[in-house]
């Protein structure tokens, strides 16, 4: 069957060393770009414009991130300080805050909170929380027995997920410290990946040792368990669409993806599709916003777009460079990917009907090729 | 488990790991690495009781931090802190060309091993180019009982005696009798406040499978059989007639799946019946790797050296089945 394709121009720029991380402001409107030279891009789209928040140094950046509300930007690294900058909107210079040393070694993992203003920051075995709010850091960071290797917070803002070597942490935060301790699961291995589901409040967890731990609704009773897995499970994403029961769940491990379906309540319930497409290691990984097309980064070059049920509707190639990771807009339509040679790319993406379920808040914006 | 990667040698960054107990000189030989004319841009990463004293942004800290992958056996335990520091340091890879990463003195360094083969990204991006194990001369007699030290001293590829200065010959040659006891491998060199050359630990290339073995003859001659003071020891098997692959093959998977725990390096080169290449091998733990090398060249001597170091090695056992697996 003959298909338009989905993406047909592109924008991209660059930075002088490999990009690590991406994220994009709630409302669309900002990208913010990380390499591993520690620069920081950020791009206005309404304002039409780019600054470079901090230029190259020698120490990486490997985590950034906007507060839900737009107000902050983070970025964090090698440096295992917390960077700030308070954003103004649209048009308006960011406005640098003073760096804050964690004293934790090498930060690779933060997360703003939904709906809130707490930011959780992996500092060695702790997660520290700075409350925007406030403006400060709040008492009592969660301790955990091993390095903080991943961290999640639920898409209601209220659970935060923590996972180290043997242990995975669930905590909520705004209840704390008179409310529940943190409830703490032993696991067999390191968690290197986490994300908990929209519908339905699932959680899954990737691996180090090439297994996925995936808990039914609401994080209630014990998780389902699949290995075999090629190798270590560093990246998962779920879609936000519903489905008949989960919603769809895709994994990583090494250059292979796999579609997660559930099919049942039972002990066989999730069914896997693997999607065959990538010759290398996959890094990147994520839904459009509200559909079940999936896009998959891979360090060989290309970028894949799937569908829900696992067919493959096209592959994006750069310059030859490896992804490194991408990044949905809010309104699905718009993927950014970075390279390994510190380029950014941003394609329009029109996604099939069949995969939207109800049109989202926010407006697309035109790109100049 | 094999531990060979796909990636071809010469694409993947070497790394050189350090070892040595307390005061041996580890921070001594970090400064020379790095302060040295070598042309190489060598990362660091150093522990947490490391002090290099050397403002240089390509050291990196770490806090030495154990996986265990699979119910708790040696074989399969990792370092999980430098997965997570070098899988971000190799991102920027054009900044550097060497690594190198100290352990703590009182380190097992099999995790560190076992990481660069075990972990994917590691086992594609890197190679172990050699274990680099420094010797105190003038103390390490007191703490010839210490496991560690042992550990130290078997599984390196290259052993550097280090404080020469401070012993006399007589000192010097009854530690490199019971190091040689333990390690009959590895290049054994002499220094004095850590000075060695810079080739003879850097690019070594000592986990490469043609670089399989470079047994001193001397030693092999002397048909090695000290007395034991160590609960480490290794066994030097050598043999003349071709050998077979297939029984050679059933008694080392049977030794590795019985003793893997214990059997901490073993290296070989075997000479296989109705073969006119080499066979080479080796193994950390549990970990095997072998393959048909070179022909034999004109004029070499063809036979089977075998080097086994292992705790608590049955040494006539392994003799007797060396022995069977002649063609």
């Known amino acids: 069957m003959a298909q338009a394709p989905l993406v047909s121009e592109r924008l991209c720029g660059d930075l002088q060393q490999p990009i690590t991380a991406l994220a994009w402001s709630a409302d669309g409107e900002f990208l913010a770009i990380a390499s591993a030279g520690g620069e920081l891009l950020l791009l206005d789209f309404r304002a039409g414009c780019e600054e470079l928040l901090r230029g190259e140094h020698n120490s990486s950046l490997d985590v950034v991130g906007f507060s839900d509300d737009g107000q902050f930007l983070m970025a964090a690294g090698q440096s295992g300080e917390l960077l700030l900058w308070e954003l103004g909107g649209t048009g308006v210079r960011p406005l640098a805050m003073d760096p804050m040393a964690l004293g934790g070694g090498w930060i690779d993992a933060a997360a703003w909170q939904p709906d809130g203003l707490l930011l959780a920051v992996a500092s060695g075995r702790q997660v520290r929380l700075w409350d925007g709010a406030l403006r400060q850091w709040r008492e009592d960071p969660l301790a955990l027995p091993g390095s903080v290797q991943s961290l999640a917070w639920s898409r209601d803002g209220g659970q935060l997920a923590a996972s180290c070597q043997g242990e995975l942490t669930l905590w909520r935060p705004a209840e704390a410290p008179s409310g529940e301790p943190p409830l703490r699961n032993s696991i067999a291995s390191a968690g290197l990946a986490l994300s908990f589901s929209g519908p339905g409040h699932h959680l899954a967890c990737g691996l180090l040792d090439r297994s996925l731990l995936v808990w039914p609704e609401h994080c209630l009773g014990q998780p389902w368990q699949f290995s075999g897995f090629p190798a270590k499970v560093r990246l998962l994403a779920w879609s936000d669409r519903s489905g008949r029961l989960a919603p769809l769940l895709a994994s990583a491990a090494a250059d292979s993806v796999i579609l997660w379906t559930q099919i049942n309540q039972g002990a066989k319930a999730w069914r896997p599709e693997p999607l065959l497409c990538h010759q290398r290691r996959v890094s990147g990984l994520a839904f459009a916003p509200g559909s079940t097309l999936l896009a998959s980064a891979s360090v060989d070059g290309t970028v894949a777009l799937w569908n829900g049920r696992g067919h493959l509707l096209q592959v994006l190639e750069g310059q030859g460079a490896g992804f490194n990771n991408l990044g949905w807009r809010g309104d699905g339509r718009h993927l950014a990917a970075g390279d390994a040679q510190g380029r950014w790319w941003l394609w329009p993406v029109t996604t099939p009907a069949a995969e939207r379920s109800n049109a989202r808040a926010g407006g697309g914006f035109k790109a100049n090729p | ?327």
């Open chain 2, 1 to 327: 488990m094999a531990f060979s990667s796909p990636v071809p040698a010469a694409e993947r960054l070497p790394v050189t790991v350090l070892t040595g107990y307390l005061g041996a000189g580890k921070t001594t030989l970090l400064n020379r690495i790095l302060t040295h004319e070598h042309g190489l841009k060598v990362a660091v990463i150093v522990n947490e009781f490391g002090e290099v004293g050397i403002d240089n942004q390509l050291v990196v800290d770490a806090d030495e931090e154990i996986f265990e992958m699979n119910n708790g056996c040696i074989c399969c335990t990792v370092r999980g802190d430098l997965i997570r520091i070098i899988g971000n340091l190799m991102k920027r890879r054009d900044r550097f060309d060497h690594l190198v990463i100290e352990t703590t003195g009182l380190a097992d360094p099999a995790p560190v091993i076992q990481t660069f083969f075990v972990d994917e990204d590691l086992r594609d991006e890197l190679r172990l180019d050699a274990v680099v194990t420094l010797v105190d001369l003038l103390h390490v007699q007191e703490h010839w009982s210490s496991e560690e030290v042992q550990e130290q001293l078997a599984f390196a590829d290259v052993l550097v005696l280090n404080k020469a200065d401070l012993v006399d010959d007589a000192e010097r040659e009854l530690v490199e009798q019971r190091v040689r006891a333990i390690n009959p491998m590895a290049r054994l060199l002499t220094s004095h406040m850590a000075n060695v050359p810079m080739d003879q630990i850097l690019g070594v290339e000592a986990f490469e499978l043609e670089r399989a073995l470079s047994l001193d003859p001397g030693f092999l001659a002397e048909e090695h059989d000290h007395e034991h003071d160590a609960a480490v020891s290794s066994v030097a098997l050598v043999e003349e007639r071709p050998m077979d692959l297939e029984k050679l093959g059933r008694w080392i998977s049977d030794l590795v799946g019985s003793r893997g725990p214990d059997l901490f390096r073993m290296k070989g080169i075997f000479q296989l019946a109705g073969k006119d290449e080499r066979y080479v091998l080796q193994s950390v733990h549990m970990m095997i790797d072998g393959d048909f090398d070179r022909p034999w060249h004109d004029g070499e001597r063809r036979r089977t050296e075998f080097v086994i170091i292992g705790r608590d090695l049955e040494h006539d056992d392994l003799r007797a089945g060396f022995a069977a697996c002649v063609a």
